[in-house]
């Protein structure tokens, strides 16, 4: 089995590659990087040139960016149960909320923090790819009216780990609204033994 090296500091959205890592359950070394100074060495610049974490080294591949990153391992691991078959009619919810999460709603939730609003006109909100902060959060919210558990319903998968923590995150600084659908969905990720383990192994390297 090729090795897999994975480059994070744990105050970063790394952490929720470290829960995906947990939930495939294979070995993996993990190397702490700091902000400002390993992070932008030329070691790790000739990996990732952005100079960013989450990054997992799987053999030759390289792969950053949290969303493919679980993508990637939930197919590089496929007894770990983490994605839908390719031809499974699940499959397209799957991607679909994967990327929702990475685009419309990680952009509004970091444009808001930032004090940008889209204008508010048709106009305006036809071009900005999510609409607006409302559009976003009620679409959101829609996908768990039904009170399901998960993305996919019954069933836990990579896009969990993505959507869950971006969820989980934005109501606990208050960047997403607390409604019901989201504390539901969030009860069911937050226990996950892997989510646990990953919680303790950053918390850890935080003291450390």
């Avoid at 994070?8 to 294979?26: C, D, Q």
């Avoid at 053999?59 to 149960?81: H, K, Q, S």
């Avoid at 208050?174 to 033994?193: A, C, K, M, Q, V």
Wanted: aromatic residues 12%; contains cysteine.
């Amino acid at each position: 089995m090729a090795a897999l090296k994975f480059y994070t500091n744990p105050m970063s959205r790394g952490r929720i590659a470290r829960w995906m890592l947990e939930e495939v359950g294979v070995p993996y070394e993990t190397e702490l990087l700091d902000y400002g100074t390993t992070m932008k060495a030329p070691e790790y610049l000739a990996i990732n040139p952005m100079g960013k974490v989450p990054c997992v080294v799987h053999g030759d591949t390289v792969i950053t960016e949290c969303a493919a990153i679980c993508c990637y391992l939930a197919d590089a691991f496929p007894e770990a149960g983490l994605a839908p078959p390719v031809d499974a009619p699940e499959r397209g919810a799957y991607y679909r909320w994967m990327f929702f999460a990475a685009g419309p709603l990680e952009t509004v939730v970091v444009t808001r923090s930032f004090g940008f609003e889209v204008p508010d006109t048709p106009e305006a909100h036809g071009r900005a790819g999510w609409g607006s902060f409302e559009d976003t959060v009620d679409a959101l919210e829609g996908l768990f009216a039904d009170g399901r558990s998960y993305v996919l319903g019954d069933t836990f998968s990579a896009a969990d780990v993505y959507l869950g923590s971006q969820i989980a995150w934005g109501l606990q600084f208050g960047t997403i609204p607390d409604r019901p659908g989201f504390t539901n969905y969030t009860s069911h990720l937050t226990p996950r033994p892997a989510a646990v383990r990953a919680r303790e192994r950053d918390d850890a390297a935080m003291k450390g």
